[in-house]
């Protein structure tokens, strides 16, 4: 049996706006144990919304209601904010999508990283420059030396993206969420930080979320897919069986990609339901 | 006869030691009615082509014909009416306190039309986007609909050869199935010649009949979609792209 590392249970996330409230995530309820869970959905969808949500990262006026959100038996949503910042980075990382926009441009990367390791450590400048360049190493990056003192702009996307999934993980967080981590790259590119991922996850046993909006490669690369529409869960199913999807909006998104193999003059295009936003949110807990 | 042909096109960027060349020796001919793909990695050099046919990368070398013409490095006015571009991103190639009205007005403004209400309603209709939209402004659309509009300030001097960089990237698969519907049916109605830039093959599979690949500002080889889809590519560049690419 799977031990069970987050437990989310009916998730709300509420923009108050003056046409009234709009609620982004609707009553979603998730377990996670040490896993790939990959979230699939539409922009829009809430599947963003849900990831930060759980490291209570939505500012106000948002609002963020929950049954539960547990981490290891502690209720994240009961934290005061101080307990909550030794949670972020610590237990549960983030990794953003566009790396030019998550690494401080005036810093040098090694500088980031270091800094980032000895929030959250006692580790004495040496030891953190010394973790920070293995960590480098494994993410795949060759001469760590030189990105240590290069700064983000020197960097290519893929580049940029290992470097902060290396400062995800020096903490060895128990969760890591990924938030459309290989949307900004290169097919070539993507395939290396996703096993970079991958490998890092079967070796230190972590729990991880990936968050994409790209059904192929979360059929590839997970083990359970939520999908997600209009802020609720609409079906889930194990990534191997995705293909075999039953809900009609998982299907709409499966046929409206063009295929290689399968040339068609036109593509499906989806056909929305009123009925699937307000029909009641699938439970994935376990 | 070819609507577009391209030979030994070199783009470069900076000068001296900083001179970067994005596009080396590219040579290619685009049929009348075809729609050609060039694809690649990010930096591969496949968009600056584009932006040195229209004129927006302003250093390049070798020989741009359309329709048998030569292209200088001044385009005349007949050129913009003939060739016109859509571009990646719908959120930043619009203005933002612009309304459609507004931004396919002065398009056709510019162009010298005359029964300008009467075209914008046309070209509305013909994105599949209605009157309702007409004088709405950009942060009122959602990405599909701001790259209807993108499109439909393209065609607005009917051209007939349409340059579209990565028009569906920035959109989700399901609004991605209704523009390359959109363009499929342009292109059959108004008998359109499209260069079609992605990063995407099943994109390009999609709506090409020929493609070239691109790596490092090379044309590395240029081959047609039915040799694409029996994965048929020689160089080992494509091979590794396509296997990429089917996972």
Redesign the interface.
Known sequence: MMSTLLDVENLWVRFPSRNGVFDAVRGVSFTLGRERLGIVG??GSGKSMTGRAILRLIRSPGIVEADQISLDGTDLMKLSEKDMRAVRGQRISMVMQDPKFSLNPVMTIGDQIIEAYRLHSAASKAQAYAKSVEMLEAVSIRNPERVMRAYPHEM??GMGQRIMIAMMLIPNPEILIADEPTSAL??????QVLSIMDKLVKDRGMGLIFIS?????VA?FCDRVLIMYAGRIVEVCDADKLHDAKHPYTR??LN??????V????????ERDPEWSVALSVSARV | MNKLSVNGLNVWFGKQRDRVNAVKGATFDVAQGESFGLVGESGSGKSTILRAITGLAPNWSGKVELDGRAIGKVRPKSFFKTVQMVFQDPYASLHPRHSVDQVLGETLHLHGFRDIDARVVKLLDDVGLGQKFRFRYPHQLSGGQRQRVAIARALAPEPELLLLDEPTSALDVSVQAEILNLLADLRRDRDLTYVMVSHDLSVVGHMCDRLAVMKDGHIVEILDVDALRSMKASHPYSKQLLEASLG
Do not use: A, K
Not at chain 1, 186 to 191: A, G, K, P, W
Not at chain 1, 256 to 261: E, G, K, N, Q
Not at chain 1, 263 to 270: A, E, G, Y
């Open positions: 539409e922009s290519s996307g290169d097919v070539s590119v993507q395939r909006h790209d059904l192929n490669l590839d709409g998104l409206s990609l063009p295929r290689l193999d040339p068609r003059d036109r593509l499906d295009v989806l």
